[in-house]
């Protein structure tokens, strides 16, 4: 009795220190967590809130309307044209936005003497305010004043006004998107070129990869894996974002052909002052968004190679 007596105190004294340890660290981590709450958690409970109300910027009064809002979203023409736009430039972006990177990284670090200089060529459309390189290629692709107009006649395709051809509109955004990210996922690619140790391509030659195909599929592939995953949904979220370029270069037009998510969402909420109505958009995009980079996390991990 007298043994187990004892023994309570010393339990006690033991487990005062890691308590005193466990406050010391929630104080630690509560400004963190309430800047969290404030910034993130917060705005997202109150954004499902208004998407579930009447709301438009400036009214006084506030009627609660429940999914109504879901429900017009999916019948509204506008809404499934800015989806179809949206998917057709990601169609085009993501690949030639991942493997364009990937064969411009392999290039890069091919080079010697003249590395530096393609690093920073290449990396410069990232550092520049896209607004501000919108309103160039507005005048670059002008069908008079522009160069680009005159080039492609002088090729022979006739005189094609890019931004004002319903047909050619998404395209032209879409080139000058993968323009500005092709930059960023290539220095993603170059540091993972420059982590795959040199002992690999010892072993392959020696197992008889003699080619340089062979070579890029049996090491430098596999050891990219987690660099590709990483730039696929990063890729995958900007081109769905894509906002600026249609705000300054087409407004949506011609006749839609531009119209996206982003920028239906801010048409709603900002010219038509409908925020109930953009905040059950703004909760679809975030929600598909969130399980597309889950899902695409889940099957590309799966061929993931951890060194």
Known sequence: MAVAAASVPRAARRA????????????????????????L???????????????RLGAVAVRWVGLANYAEMFTDPVFRRAIRNTFLYVAFVLPAGVF????????????????????????????????????????LLHPTLGPVTPLIAGLGFGR???????????????????????GFNMVLF??????IPRELY????????????????????????????????????????????VVVLTRG?????????????????FHYFRTGYAAAMTVIVLVFLCALSLLQARLIERRVHYA
């Not at 990937?102 to 607004?131: D, G």
């Not at 170059?190 to 982590?195: H, M, N, R, V």
């Not at 195909?213 to 995953?229: H, K, Y």
């Not at 730039?231 to 900007?238: E, N, Y």
């Open 100 to 139: 364009g990177a990937l064969a411009v990284a392999a290039l890069v670090q091919a080079r010697t003497r003249t590395r530096s200089f393609y690093e920073v060529i290449y990396f410069l459309p990232v550092t520049s305010t896209l607004v501000a390189m919108a309103t160039v290629w507005q005048f």
């Open 41 to 55: 958690l917060a705005p997202l409970v109150v954004l499902v809130l208004l998407s579930l109300t009447d709301y």
């Open 16 to 39: 005062a220190p890691d308590r005193r340890l466990a406050l010391a660290g929630a104080a630690f981590a509560a400004p963190a967590a309430l800047l969290l709450l404030t910034i």
């Open 160 to 182: 094609l006004d890019l931004l004002n051809d319903p047909d050619l509109a998404l395209a032209t955004l879409a080139v000058i998107g993968l323009w500005q990210m092709l």
């Open 253 to 269: 037009g011609p006749l839609g052909a531009t119209d996206t998510l982003l920028y239906v969402l801010y048409l709603e909420g």
């Open 190 to 195: 170059l540091a993972g070129l420059s982590a």
């Open 202 to 245: 010892e072993a392959a030659a020696l197992d008889g990869a003699a080619g340089a195909i062979d070579r890029f599929l049996r090491v430098t592939w596999p050891m990219l894996s987690p660099t590709t995953m990483f730039v696929t949904i990063t890729t995958t979220i900007s081109a769905f974002k894509v906002f600026d370029t």
